[in-house]
């Protein structure tokens, strides 16, 4: 099969984890599973010594994977971001007058816990200072009582007036501070509730912003309409560069820019703010309230992440949900399964959890790694798995009004925001596992799958969430510097569903061959692809290179060959792979490049092997040095350690370190080295579907 220069496909294309609440970790018993129950090795590999160590290696994560599941069948490892989190956890009980003093001090403590030396926090482990994340971080510390005398708020202090200032913190920062009168309301973007009303072919309506961003708005548009203010417990005159002037003006863009534009229009809200017609103003607010009621999830939160739950609560507040009523009390109640305490008395929340996703993950990585296809734990898993299937209609039918449900979410409960990812790595894990009922696991399958090429935006991709999600105009209001506020198609989501679409049989489906052309034409011109929900070009390339040769590219093939040559390198001296952070923002000097990490050295192994390099195929020094990487840095229990963040939520602005990764990857890796790649060494693909033969996770 070739491509054409414009990436076009030939005709003749072919094709360390916490259990939530008390429930007992371990699904089986020590003994249950042995090393030597697993699948043949590839040819040749008992006598090579790498494989040998490879194979004790995998042993022990394998052993060590199982231990974590729960007993209800699901994985869930922490999902660890930045202290944002926790400093507004205790604002947001400060606002409501229920934050205690135990909560504060065990929260504080993990605050502290996470400062640099400099003084500053930052969003992921050892990055550059974050000012918002800073003031926050500095405010909830002197909510706990910190003197701001002591060394460690001095020089949090003197790094927020060296960066500016309050003034000079994001949007979102200075709303939290405005809700105490630590900042003006009116020196602040305006999103009118009547945006509620705009009917969705207009530019900006609530649904051209991504369903994150979306269900933040709608409710801070409540908040902002009342601005309310709490007493101040204290002032906030340090964090001033000049106190005397506290609140500068910003001088406008030109008019002819979008900002310019955008920030003259931001003027004119704030005079409507004024003089607000008050029966449709308060149309409009009843109206989001009902909209936000509507979607609390049944564990009580809102879409399974904690920005649009903390607003939501304190919108619904003003509006009048007194404490003790049962949407309030739900989603305080979510806040509580999303705290993690630590062993030394700490308090830490999860800004989102992901048992769908690490479930789906792990099951997929248990096959590699040769656990039997009927294996009790995969079994229960896929049973789990079922459970989770979403078979009701949410926010994305606005754009599918006639596409069928049919998908998963990230989360326990989120029926409204099924996401595109989770459904193809769901599809991928069913397919694997021998389940006793094979038309049930088919039926979710077909839906999973239907649902997903419903899916599929006008230009061959697949974003996350919602179908062309695309425009450009929302990123550009004063009040969305939070991060990306919309789901544009990406490389990573794409070759997941390219992937499925191969495994399920669909490879030559022209809806295949768009989303193949799109991953072809996206490419970077070094050879590596863009992570949107993963750090960085390892993971985009990790994602893609799988894809692209289970839809049928062949390993010659240019593309392939220069994402081969980019990753060798990109490895490092040490043998591993690893990417910092900063790629997003300095991509020129850091894509590819950062300490070596468990999760991105499988990731980069993963590519590899499924491009025909290493045992399998070409005998390629990169692999083996990555193999040895794992084995020699793996800890005694079987996991690794990674504090790096490698995960992805907005890219630069919110870094995720999914604890499961530094597990679940590496088992993948190594399954594939010793048992070969989907593709590869006696398993083959294509198989029909129902769920009841192990297939690979791609062919």
């Known amino acids: 099969m070739t491509a054409t220069a414009d990436g076009r496909l030939d005709p003749e294309y072919d094709s360390e984890p916490v259990a939530v609440g008390d429930r007992p970790p371990a699904l089986l018993g020590a003994g249950r599973w042995q090393p030597e129950d697993t699948a043949p090795l590839r040819p040749g590999a008992e006598a090579d010594p790498v494989p040998a160590d490879a194979r004790e290696a995998l042993a022990r994560a394998t052993t060590h994977l199982l231990s974590l599941q729960s007993s209800e069948g699901w994985w ?3 999902l660890e971001t930045n202290v944002t989190m926790d400093a507004e956890d205790l604002l947001l009980r400060q606002f409501l007058g229920i934050r205690t003093e135990e909560q504060t001090k065990a929260t504080a403590e993990w605050i502290r816990s996470q400062q640099r030396e400099d003084g500053t926090w930052s969003t992921f482990h050892g990055g550059p200072p974050e000012l918002s ?13 910190d003197d701001p005398n002591a060394p460690h708020m001095l020089a949090a202090a003197r790094y927020v007036r060296s960066a500016g200032g309050i003034a000079a913190a994001r949007v979102f920062t200075r709303i939290w501070l405005a809700l105490f009168g630590w900042w003006p309301w009116d020196r602040l973007p305006e999103m009118p509730p009547e945006i509620i009303f705009l009917p969705k072919w207009l530019p900006l309506n609530i649904y051209a912003f991504g369903c994150w961003a979306r269900q933040t708005i709608v409710p801070l548009t409540i908040v902002s309409a009342h601005r309310p203010v709490r007493p101040a417990p204290f002032a906030l005159t340090e964090l001033h560069t000049d106190p005397d002037h506290p609140f500068p003006d910003r001088p406008l863009a030109p008019a002819t820019t979008w900002d310019g534009l955008f920030e003259r229009l931001d003027k004119v809200l704030h005079a409507y703010h004024r003089r607000a017609l008050r029966p449709l103003r308060r149309l409009a607010i009843a109206q989001a309230c009902r909209w936000i009621v509507e979607r609390q999830e049944a564990d009580g939160c809102w ?10 609560l304190i919108a619904l507040h003003l509006e009048g949900y007194e404490l003790e009523h049962p949407v309030v009390q739900a989603g305080l109640a979510a806040f509580d399964r999303f705290t993690v305490h630590t062993e030394d008395g700490r308090r830490w929340l999860e800004a989102c959890q992901s ?15 040769g ?3 009927d294996h009790p734990a995969l079994v229960s898993a896929v049973d789990w798995m079922l459970g989770e299937e979403i078979r009701k209609r949410g926010d994305w039918a606005v754009r599918r009004p006639s596409l069928d449900p ?3 979410a990230f989360e326990f409960e989120n029926d409204t925001y099924p996401d595109i990812d989770d459904t193809a790595e769901v599809v991928l894990a069913l397919r694997r596992v021998a389940h006793p009922d094979p038309e049930k696991v088919g039926g979710a399958v077909d839906r999973g799958v239907r649902w997903n090429l419903g899916m599929q935006s006008k230009n061959g991709a697949w974003g996350a969430f919602d179908v062309d999600n695309t425009s450009t105009l929302p990123n550009k209001l004063p009040f969305c510097d939070f991060g990306e506020v919309v789901d544009p198609p990406s490389a990573d989501v794409t070759a997941h569903v390219v992937e499925m679409l191969a495994e399920v049989g669909q490879a030559r489906d022209p809806a295949t061959r768009r989303g193949v052309e799109w991953l072809l034409r996206n490419q970077e011109a070094d050879g590596s692809w863009f992570g949107r929900w993963g750090t960085n070009y390892i993971y985009g390339t990790g994602s893609v290179l799988p894809a692209l040769v289970a839809a049928g590219i062949p390993e010659e093939h240019p593309a392939i060959r220069q994402a081969v040559r980019w990753l060798e390198d990109r490895q490092n001296a040490d043998g591993g792979w690893g990417e910092d952070m900063r790629s997003y923002d300095d991509p020129a000097r850091w894509a590819g490049r950062g300490d070596s990490t468990a999760s991105q050295t499988a990731w980069a192994l993963m590519a590899l092997l499924s491009a025909g390099e290493g045992p399998d195929g070409r005998a390629n020094p990169a692999v083996e040095r990555g193999v040895d990487w794992l084995v020699r ?17 907005f890219p630069w602005d919110f870094s995720i370190n999914y604890h499961l990764y530094r597990l679940v990857f590496p088992v ?24 009841a033969q192990a297939i690979g996770a791609a062919r």
């Open 76 to 78: 869930k490892g922490d």
């Open 133 to 145: 994340t800073t003031v926050e971080a500095y405010v909830a510390l002197k909510l706990a009582g």
């Open 303 to 312: 879409g399974g992440i904690q920005p649009p739950a903390v607003y939501s």
């Open 355 to 369: 048992p769908v996703w690490d479930t789906c993950l792990a099951t997929i990585a248990l096959v590699d790694a």
């Open 371 to 373: 656990v039997p296809a």
């Open 406 to 408: 049919g998908g998963w």
């Open 633 to 649: 840095t793996q800890l005694p229990e079987g996991t690794w350690d990674e504090p790096q963040f490698t995960g992805t939520g």
């Open 668 to 691: 993948t890796a190594l399954g594939r080295y010793l048992h070969g790649s989907p593709g590869t060494g006696g398993e083959s693909g294509g198989r029909e579907s129902g769920g």
